[in-house]
Structure formats: C-alpha cells, structure tokens
C-alpha cells in the first residue's frame, strides 16, 4: 500500500484530499447536528449535483469549457442553493425545515434535465455519484486544500460566536451576536465542504461524512470541544481506513468509508451502553 | 438621573393585536423589580422589546441613560431566559462550556477565554453552588440545575442589570425558595440590579423592592410597600381572576 502510495499520483492525491474532508466535513458537521440542520447536506449535495451535471453537459456541448474544472460549477450550485435555502427559511417562518425537500427536489430536477441534455450518463457522473480514488486530480488537492484552510481559519475565529449560536440563538442575540451575519457564512461554508468531499465519497454519500462521524462522537462526549475532536477522530478513521480497505479490495471507496463510519457509530453506541452497565 | 432603564410610552403590537401599549416604566439603580401579569400580558415582550430583539412602534428605551438604538454595552446586561426546558438537553456541552459563553459579548470578536475570564467562570459556577458538576454536560443536569447554570452564565460577564424571564418554570419546589434567596443574595451584595418577570406574584413580594403589574397597560408601579397597601380586589381586576397573593405578606 504504501509503496503503491509512492508509486502512483492519483493514489497520493485521493489519500491528501481524503485527509483534508475527513477533517472539515465532521468539525463542520458538529455545528449542523447541534442545530438540527443535519438534512441540509443532502439537499445541498443534490444541488451539487445539478451543478456538475451542468458542466459534463457544458463540456460535451462545447469543449471550450472542457478545461473547467466541474467541481467550480458544483461549488457554485451548491452555495447559489445554500442561499435559496436560507431565503426560503424566511419566506415559510414556521414550517423552516420545507426548504429542505424543495431545494432537494429542485437540485434533483435539475440534474436530470441536465444529464438527459447530456444524452445519459457517462463513467464521469458516475465517479461523482458514488465517489472515485482515481479522479482526484492535483487541481483538486489544491482547491480542496484551500477550502480546507478557509473553514478551520473560520471555526477558529469564531469559534464561540458559533457555539453559542448553536446553543441558544436568542441568548446569542440578546448578547450582540451579529446571528443573521454568522449564519449565512456558517451555511455557505457547509455549501463548499459538501462540494469539496463529493469528489471522494461521491455526491449521494456526501452528507453522511458530516453526521455519522457525530453522530458517534455526541453519544460519547463530555462537552463541546470534546464532540469536536471525536467527531474529526471518528471521521479520520473512517475515511483513511476506508480508502486503504477499497484500495485492496478493489470496492467503491465512498461506500466503504460510509460504511465504516456506520461500524465506527454502532462501536460508539455499544460502548456507551456498556459502560452504563 | 441614575435610571438602569427607563421605558417612555412604548407601544407594540403583533399584526392587528395590542400587546403593549403606552408603557411608562422606569427602574432605578440598586432596585430588585418584579414584574407581573397573567399569561398573554405582554411580560415576554416587553422584555424582548428591553433587549432589543423586537423593535417597538412607538416610544424609547434608555438603557444606562442612553437610547437603546445607540446601546453598545451589552456585557453589562444578563439574561436568564425561561428556556431552562426547552432547549437541546441532547446538546454536548459542560457546565463550564456554558457559563465560559456567557463572556462572549464582552470579549467580543476573535479574543479568547484570559486567565482572569477562566477564573471568572468558577467564580461564577461556585456563586450557584455548582461547583461540583462543573464538568458534567449540562443535559445530565436536572431542571433546577440547568436553571442555575443559565444564572452563572448570566452573570459571569458581572452585569450591572440582570433580567430573568419566569427563570422558576421547570424548577421543583422545593429548589424554588433557595433560588430567590440566591437572587435576593445577587442583589444585596452584589449591587446588581434585578428584573423579575413572573406571573408567581406570591412568592416574590418577600424579595423584591418594587413591584409592577402589567396586562397590556401598566396597572401599577411602585414600592413594595405601596404594593402591599393595595387592595386584593384591585390586583385580581387587572389580572383578571382571584389571587392568594396576600397571605404570602403574613408569612
């Protein structure tokens, strides 16, 4: 393996990008589960999709834009669709989680005419779906990189802000917390890690990278920072391992890692009830 | 003037419904004020209306003499909402995490917890008598608990004007009586000014300095001895229904 990780480009790359998203998307994804949004990773990477199925289009139609990236198209999307949502947050006050399903459905839509357009599916929306070691190309590792800086830069500055945001939003604002600023950069954020992680764990497995981890890691947890470090653990675990095990065995690397964490929450959740006898 | 807060003609209504309307309202420094009235008489209003998450239609509020829409010291107000049961209990988060984001608005952006904030916090979580679950996660915590670590972590940025929004809901009997004795403690020898908002009229007047009644208008204002010169009869007619609330003066 790690003579193969020496040997071959894309290896190395899926490896560092792997490691970047299997860091942001859980640390990320500890905001998200405390606020019960854990649903808007899957609307937004429905989005995501929509996004890169209108580049594949785009490229096949007119190779001018061939040299675009497909992931700028779909970080696009996905921050345009972050915004719909927070939009329509506001328009149905008392009903805020139906923004969910129409930005799902519409992000789904979308991509469907996009890939019919496109004359059907091809292997490329194929490795977008599902996830693909050998796509990740040097472009990647460095846009991926510099997403991964911008998140931890911001979670490390306004890292209390947000922690009290998530607890008690009134109470943040009561305190002069700009809430309405905060927000907004918090969901963009989550719009471009969900971009930035579908290129290994695929478009449809995307959201679990940013719940399962935390999932495990709340059960366990004493207090917040503890939540955080579990969860980057759990989600560091899940991925590394998960790509060496598809590696040898030659599996879907976004299905394994996924199902890793599922074995990584069930040991959590085990462990918990153990200790309480 | 020394007026912690002072309220001139506010009026607010929610669509095509009066909820406030024509509030005079002022509160000294030093006065510990409970505020009363049934359910539905504007009490949550118009303290959100005092910390500026709504905007009334007509009127002012000065807070420390100055027009609220000019504020910038929110540090030196607390606020114990009376989310106590209500909030995420599932939420990770210690006892000491949740008192250590009290100080968020006084530090203000991009500054860390200083030696002196830290220390701050145990001060604040050994005040409440919380000191030994200072790591626990505050979900573990029974309801009264939780409510006196919303209190530490209201006070713990050492506010000059605390407001507590019917802070005993949720919390049992028989921890009721030590929490507004803590409150009479914060009072009397912390020089902090207190609004009580709570439709337990009874319990209060043991404590408070003075006493206001609101339902809609503001029905009385004025020392709790003036308070308790009032007729039972005149109470129960702006609160709508008979209250017990003098045999409480005998106590």
Known sequence: ?277 | MDDILRIENVSFRYDDEDVLQHIDFRIPRGAFVGLVGPNGSGKSTLLKCILRLLKPQTGRIFLFDTPIEQFKDWHKIGFVSQKANSFNTGFPATVYEVVASGLTGKLGLFRRLKKSDEKAVYEAIDAVGMSPFVHRNIGELSGGQQQRVFIARAIVSKPEFLILDEPTVGVDVHHVQSFYDMLEQLNKHHHMTLLLVTHDIGTITEKVTHVACLNKHLHFHGSVQQFAQLKTEDVASFYGHHLHLLAHDHV
């Open chain 1, 1 to 277: 393996m790690l003579e193969a990780l020496f040997q071959y480009e894309f290896l190395r790359n899926a490896f560092i990008v792997g490691i970047f998203i299997g860091f942001i998307a859980p640390l990320l994804g500890v905001f998200v589960v405390v606020r019960r949004l854990s649903l808007i990773a899957d609307a937004l990477s429905h989005v995501t999709l929509a996004g890169i199925a209108a580049s594949l289009l785009l490229q096949k139609k007119w190779l001018t834009t061939a040299t675009l990236n497909p992931i700028y198209i779909g970080m696009a999307f996905s921050v345009a669709g972050s915004l719909f949502i927070e939009k329509l947050r506001t328009v149905y006050k008392h009903y805020q989680e139906l923004a969910i399903p129409i930005i799902l459905s519409g992000g789904i839509g979308l991509s469907v005419i996009f890939i019919s357009l496109a004359d059907g599916f091809n292997t490329d929306l194929f490795s977008y779906l599902f996830g693909s070691v050998s796509a990740v190309s040097r472009v990647d590792v460095w846009t991926i990189g510099i997403i991964f800086f911008i998140v931890l830069t911001i979670i490390l500055l306004f890292y209390k802000e947000w922690f009290i945001l998530s607890f008690d939003e009134e109470y943040a604002q009561a305190s002069g917390v700009k809430v309405k600023t905060l927000h907004f950069v918090f969901i963009v954020l989550v719009a471009l890690v969900i971009a930035a992680s579908m290129r290994i764990v695929g478009i449809l497995l995307v959201s679990s990278l940013m719940t399962l981890p935390v999932a495990a890691s709340i059960r366990i947890a004493k207090g917040f920072k503890q939540a955080l470090c579990f969860s980057v653990l759990f989600g560091e675990m899940a991925v590394i391992f998960g790509l060496i095990v598809s590696y040898h065995l030659n599996l879907a690397p976004g299905g394994t890692i996924v199902l890793l964490a599922v074995f990584i929450l069930i040991g959590a959740i085990m462990w918990k009830k153990w200790k309480r006898g």
